[in-house]
């Protein structure tokens, strides 16, 4: 089956350590993001790429780090200079701009707690 | 700035009750607006695509509809099951892999 995965499920930190969320699609798409979901916020953008090899910032990208080293992987590092980094984190990918294949799929999402 | 607004931020509708979700926009040319549904603790699940003004798209008890400035997801006699965030996007004109803008979701609740 075709589809994204994120791994873990759960995870806790403590606060000043660094840890990397997954992400791993095999639905052969170019592009891959990053948001974050904070309750009564909606989803914020935090990193992407379009390619391999290459990744832009989004709004929220402070205290956090990605690489592209594979199209199918794009692992997330959330830096202890991320001041409140307890959310939800969803990574999604999308295929290129023909209209029949422009749809944005989400993983199951990460849920992050600093303890 | 691209900007997307949802309404309301949440709805609570008797079974069989229709009703509709708004999706207000602005963007610099629109290339697609998006429509997820979100359960709890999960990931949003893609619905609809829509490209151009007067585009409409049905899916079971949902029906999308798109304006040159909003759009609407219809809920044609809703059942507990369709209870749900849900979430407009927009994808401004550019390359196909252009980040899409989320609206901040509208939460209904289906009471049997």
């Known amino acids: 089956d075709g589809g994204i995965t994120q791994s873990p499920k759960y995870l806790f930190r403590k606060e000043g350590q660094n840890v990397t969320l997954s992400c791993e699609q095999n639905?052969?798409?170019?592009?891959m993001y990053w948001y974050r979901q904070d309750p009564g916020q909606g989803l914020r953008l935090i990193y992407y790429?379009?390619?391999?090899?290459?990744?832009q910032k989004g709004d929220i990208a402070e205290g956090y780090s990605v690489s592209r080293e594979k199209k199918e992987s794009f692992p997330l590092t959330v830096t202890s200079a991320q001041k409140n980094p307890t959310a939800f984190y969803l990574c999604?990918?999308?295929?290129?701009?023909?209209?029949?294949?422009?749809?944005?799929?989400f993983g199951p999402g990460t849920r992050l707690t600093v303890l | 700035e691209d900007q997307v607004t949802q309404s309301p931020e949440a709805l609570r509708l008797q079974e069989g009750e229709s009703s509709s979700l708004n999706c207000s926009y602005t963007?610099?040319?629109?290339?697609?607006l998006f429509w997820y549904r979100q359960d709890p603790g999960k990931g949003p699940e893609f619905l609809f695509t829509?490209?151009?003004a007067g585009e409409e798209k049905e899916k079971e008890r949902l029906k999308a509809t798109l304006t040159k400035k909003e759009s609407f997801l219809h809920i044609t006699a809703p059942k507990p099951e369709d209870s749900a965030t849900y979430l407009c996007?927009?994808?401004?004109?550019?390359?196909?892999?252009?980040?899409?803008?989320f609206g901040k979701g509208t939460r209904l609740s289906v009471i049997a």
């Open positions: 829509l490209y151009s």
């Open positions: 999604a990918s999308k295929g290129g701009g023909l209209a029949d294949n422009n749809e944005q799929f």
């Open positions: 963007v610099s040319g629109l290339r697609g």
């Open positions: 790429s379009q390619i391999v090899n290459d990744f």
């Open positions: 996007a927009v994808q401004a004109s550019g390359s196909g892999n252009t980040p899409l803008v």
């Open positions: 639905l052969n798409h170019d592009a």
